[in-house]
């Protein structure tokens, strides 16, 4: 499975921005998507999930009322609403797939997810 992410971009404070992930194929109905970021110098963390069955989402305590993540079954397709941007946010985001249910206290945890998106770059200027 191949993950093409997009809609990275600079904005300011404030701002909004949508990000969106498409995968290459079919996902199966056990499927979890999710969006993690990285600031250089600094390890990646969780940012957002969204798990097919049940159309369950997570979401890191730090984006929460911000954010929002969902997903378009026929494209494919998870979506990254982000708005209220503030600087804090700023990073390279990477969404990840796996084709498993993620059970939900382990949603967080990168080894679990099988593949990997380029990652698009988001700059939230003051």
């Known amino acids: 499975v191949q993950l093409q992410a997009s809609g990275g971009g600079e904005v300011q404070a404030g701002g909004s921005l949508r990000l969106s992930c498409t995968a290459s194929?079919?996902?199966?109905?056990?499927?979890?998507m999710s969006w993690f970021r990285q600031v250089p110098g600094k390890e990646r963390e969780f940012v957002a999930a969204?798990?097919?069955?049940?159309?369950?989402?997570f979401y890191a305590d730090s984006v929460k009322g911000r954010f929002t993540i969902s997903r378009d079954y026929a494209k494919e397709t998870v979506y990254l609403q982000m708005n209220s941007l503030k600087p804090e946010d700023t990073a390279v985001y990477y969404c990840?797939?796996?084709?498993?249910?993620?059970?939900?206290?382990?949603?967080?945890?990168?080894?679990?997810?099988?593949?990997w998106g380029q990652g698009t770059q988001v700059t939230v200027s003051s």
């Open positions: 990840a797939y796996s084709p498993r249910r993620i059970i939900n206290s382990a949603i967080s945890l990168q080894t679990l997810y099988d593949y």
């Open positions: 969204f798990r097919w069955s049940g159309g369950s989402t």
């Open positions: 194929e079919r996902s199966r109905s056990t499927s979890t």
